[in-house]
């Protein structure tokens, strides 16, 4: 049995900006769809990942924001250019893996693949180093603390999968809701969990995605207001599908529609005002000092 593992919550860090993450899949790729479309016919659907992210680059250059791009493997292969854009407009790039696969679905040896097809990929790509995981759906879950030895082991300095909600299909609720080291035998990983709230002494996430679009917009923000009080940055995400109203319509059931489809165009102006109202930046901008890495130059 995997030793559990030692959570060291870190200390404020008071001023600094939110950290924007961006999960870069297609529409045909989420979890959700899994039983519609085989990852073999994947090139048979069109594709809108690189004209969605291009869209979202242009509004992060007009903002000054930089964000981390956690990014599929598949994804740098099909579009090589498009992750040579992110890194050169500054923006930090991470893996999300090779296939969009869960790692409740892998052995440990498949997860290592994926980790290594994947940073291989996205640094032949980009041409910098890949230092930080989220794993789909944030599928890093209790009993799975393997998973944090084969990132250390396969040179990643940090991880975003860990959701500290209790939910059926993913959550680590033991996990601290503020960034922490998780003390390994291979060594140290950072760990950055998604933002959340609570309500009614519930801890309930509030970190963007399906949330921004399914949950008052108030939410959110009293997530990062809340963050900021106690001194931390507050984790946001979203996926490139989720602002394209226009995405071709799959013929899922009414509760994947419902969460998959509701509210696609409220997730642009949403997303634009906590870009107004919030400060953010990058991982690497944030925690670049207990990466190895100096603070990038001009950090939002």
Same mark, same amino acid.
Request: charged share 20%; glycine share 8%; hydrophobic share 40%.
């Given at each position: 049995? *995997?030793?559990? %593992?030692?959570?060291?919550?870190?200390?404020?860090? %008071? !001023?600094?900006?939110?950290?924007?993450?961006?999960?870069?899949?297609?529409?045909?790729?989420?979890?959700? +769809?899994? #039983?519609?479309?085989?990852?073999?016919?994947?090139?048979?659907?069109?594709? /809108?990942?690189?004209?969605?992210?291009?869209?979202?680059?242009?509004?992060?250059?007009?903002?000054?924001?930089?964000?981390? +791009?956690?990014?599929?493997?598949?994804?740098?292969?099909?579009? =090589?250019? &498009?992750?040579?854009?992110?890194?050169?407009?500054?923006?930090?790039?991470?893996?999300? @893996?090779?296939?969009?696969?869960?790692?409740?679905?892998? *052995?440990?040896?498949? $997860?290592?693949?994926?980790? /290594?097809?994947?940073?291989?990929? &996205?640094?032949?790509?980009? @041409?910098?180093?890949? &230092?930080?995981?989220?794993?789909?759906? $944030?599928?890093?879950?209790?009993?799975?603390?393997?998973?944090?030895?084969?990132? &250390?082991?396969?040179?990643?300095?940090?991880?975003?999968?860990?959701? %500290?909600?209790?939910?059926?299909?993913?959550?680590? %609720?033991?996990? =601290?809701?503020?960034?922490?080291?998780?003390?390994?035998?291979?060594? *140290?990983?950072?760990?950055? =969990?998604?933002?959340?709230?609570?309500?009614? @002494?519930?801890?309930?996430?509030?970190?963007?995605?399906?949330?921004?679009?399914?949950?008052?917009? #108030?939410?959110?923000?009293?997530?990062?207001?809340?963050?900021?009080?106690?001194?931390?940055?507050?984790? +946001?995400?979203?996926?490139?599908?989720?602002?394209? =109203?226009?995405?071709?319509?799959?013929?899922? !059931?009414?509760?994947?529609? $419902?969460?998959?489809?509701?509210?696609?165009?409220?997730?642009?102006?949403?997303?634009?005002?906590?870009?107004?109202?919030?400060? $953010? @930046?990058?991982?690497?901008?944030?925690?670049?000092?207990?990466?190895?890495?100096?603070?990038?130059?001009?950090?939002?």
């Amino acid at each position: 049995m *995997t030793a559990a %593992p030692a959570f060291r919550p870190l200390p404020p860090r %008071p !001023g600094t900006p939110h950290l924007f993450s961006v999960d870069v899949e297609d529409y045909f790729q989420v979890v959700a +769809f899994e #039983g519609l479309v085989a990852r073999a016919d994947w090139d048979r659907h069109p594709s /809108r990942v690189e004209a969605n992210t291009d869209r979202l680059l242009a509004l992060l250059a007009e903002r000054n924001v930089r964000g981390t +791009f956690f990014t599929l493997g598949w994804v740098a292969r099909k579009c =090589p250019a &498009l992750v040579a854009r992110i890194a050169a407009a500054g923006h930090e790039v991470a893996s999300h @893996g090779e296939w969009h696969r869960r790692v409740t679905t892998l *052995t440990p040896d498949q $997860f290592r693949e994926e980790l /290594r097809a994947s940073k291989a990929d &996205l640094e032949s790509a980009g @041409g910098r180093a890949v &230092l930080g995981f989220r794993a789909p759906s $944030f599928s890093i879950i209790p009993g799975l603390e393997w998973a944090f030895d084969v990132l &250390l082991e396969e040179g990643y300095r940090y991880d975003s999968s860990l959701f %500290p909600i209790h939910r059926p299909d993913y959550g680590y %609720p033991t996990a =601290p809701a503020v960034p922490f080291l998780i003390e390994r035998p291979g060594g *140290t990983l950072l760990e950055i =969990p998604l933002a959340t709230t609570s309500v009614l @002494g519930l801890r309930v996430p509030a970190a963007g995605g399906g949330y921004l679009r399914q949950f008052p917009l #108030g939410l959110v923000r009293r997530a990062f207001r809340e963050a900021e009080g106690q001194g931390f940055p507050a984790a +946001f995400y979203i996926h490139p599908w989720e602002y394209d =109203p226009g995405q071709p319509r799959l013929p899922c !059931g009414r509760v994947t529609a $419902f969460r998959h489809y509701r509210n696609l165009h409220q997730t642009w102006p949403r997303m634009a005002t906590l870009l107004t109202e919030f400060r $953010f @930046g990058s991982i690497q901008d944030a925690y670049g000092d207990l990466l190895g890495l100096a603070p990038a130059r001009g950090a939002a």
